[in-house]
């Protein structure tokens, strides 16, 4: 097998060259001026480090965002599954609690008709605001229920190789993963304190902070890539208060 594919390069470069030695004859023949083609040629020669490190450079950067594409594909995949199984479910039970949720959820009230501009308007707002979680004692089992189940599942994900390259989305499901811990650690909700709920929903916080941003950076790659899973995921927005996957005539 390298036997022949030294033999088919071997053939490629002599090919090569007798086509340029036969241009150069052709050349020659009609010229007949050899010293300016052996000047042609000295110049040309001297240039080719030159050539090289050009399409070298351009070459490996060409390869570096093909190779930064196809990660970012990957990462989008389990980004998916990670919303459908987890972040969704979340995203609904926590926006329930957060202070002042109306004006969030009409400020993400996402249709099929927004454009960058509208992600990027959303990304701005969430940066300059300071959502804050006020869950109550009582809702607090049932969320415990259901991200104590999921615990195996943000495990696997934190295994996953690819998504420790996403420092955003790693920093989402370290503080899933520690919300899950002190929900865990913790037998009954009955009479807890006010400092220890304070607590709770400062970890329900920052998740929901980290949660809120990455779904609208995942939404805005559905609109961008896949606009029929787009589709969808508007019909089933968490953010909207009865979501309806059913698509009805305008």
Same mark, same amino acid.
Request: proline share 3%.
């Given at each position: 097998m390298?036997? #022949?594919l030294? $033999?088919h390069?071997?053939?490629? !470069?002599?090919?090569?060259f007798?086509?340029?030695?036969a241009?150069?004859?052709i050349?020659?023949?009609?010229?007949?001026?050899?010293?300016? *083609?052996?000047?042609?040629?000295?110049?040309?020669?001297?240039?080719?480090?030159v050539y090289? *490190? &050009?399409?070298?450079?351009?070459f490996?950067?060409v390869?570096?965002?093909? %190779?930064?594409? =196809?990660? $970012?594909?990957?990462?989008? $995949? &389990?980004?998916?599954?990670?919303?459908?199984?987890? +972040?969704?479910?979340?995203l609904?039970e926590?926006? !329930?609690? &957060? &202070?002042g949720?109306? %004006?969030?959820?009409?400020?993400l009230r996402?249709? +099929?008709?927004w454009k #960058?501009?509208?992600?990027?308007?959303?990304?701005?707002?969430?940066?300059?605001?300071?959502?804050? @979680? =006020? @869950?109550?004692?009582?809702?607090l089992?049932?969320?415990?229920?259901? $991200?104590?189940?999921?615990?195996?599942?943000?495990?696997?994900l934190? %295994?996953?190789?690819?998504l420790?390259?996403?420092?955003n989305?790693?920093?989402?499901?370290?503080?899933?993963?520690?919300?899950?811990?002190e929900l865990?650690?913790?037998?009954?909700?009955?009479r807890?304190?006010?400092?220890?709920?304070?607590? *709770?929903n400062?970890?329900?916080?920052r !998740?929901?902070?980290?949660?809120?941003?990455?779904?609208?950076i995942?939404?805005q790659?559905?609109?961008?890539?896949?606009?029929?899973?787009?589709?969808?995921?508007?019909?089933?927005?968490?953010? @909207?208060?009865?979501?309806d996957p059913?698509v009805y005539?305008?």
């Open positions: 390298l036997k #022949k030294f $033999m390069k071997w053939w490629t !470069v002599s090919a090569l007798a086509i340029s030695m241009l150069y004859s050349d020659f023949s009609i010229f007949g001026n050899l010293r300016e *083609i052996s000047a042609s040629f000295l110049g040309n020669l001297a240039f080719l480090p090289i *490190i &050009v399409v070298t450079l351009l490996e950067r390869l570096r965002e093909r %190779e930064r594409q =196809s990660v $970012m594909r990957k990462l989008n $995949m &389990v980004i998916g599954v990670f919303f459908s199984e987890f +972040g969704n479910h979340l609904k926590l926006s !329930v609690h &957060v &202070v949720s109306e %004006e969030l959820k009409n400020r996402m249709t +099929g008709s #960058k501009q509208d992600f990027d308007t959303a990304l701005e707002y969430l940066r300059h605001s300071n959502q804050k @979680i =006020s @869950i109550d004692s009582d809702a089992p049932c969320l415990k229920q259901f $991200m104590t189940e999921k615990r195996s599942f943000l495990l696997s934190l %295994e996953n190789q690819n420790l390259e996403h420092e989305f790693t920093d989402l499901l370290w503080a899933a993963f520690h919300t899950v811990e865990e650690a913790r037998e009954s909700f009955d807890i304190p006010p400092s220890d709920k304070e607590h *709770i400062g970890d329900l916080k !998740v929901f902070g980290h949660l809120i941003r990455e779904w609208i995942y939404m790659h559905l609109k961008e890539d896949y606009p029929y899973l787009f589709s969808l995921a508007v019909r089933l927005n968490p953010m @909207i208060d009865s979501p059913v005539q305008d």
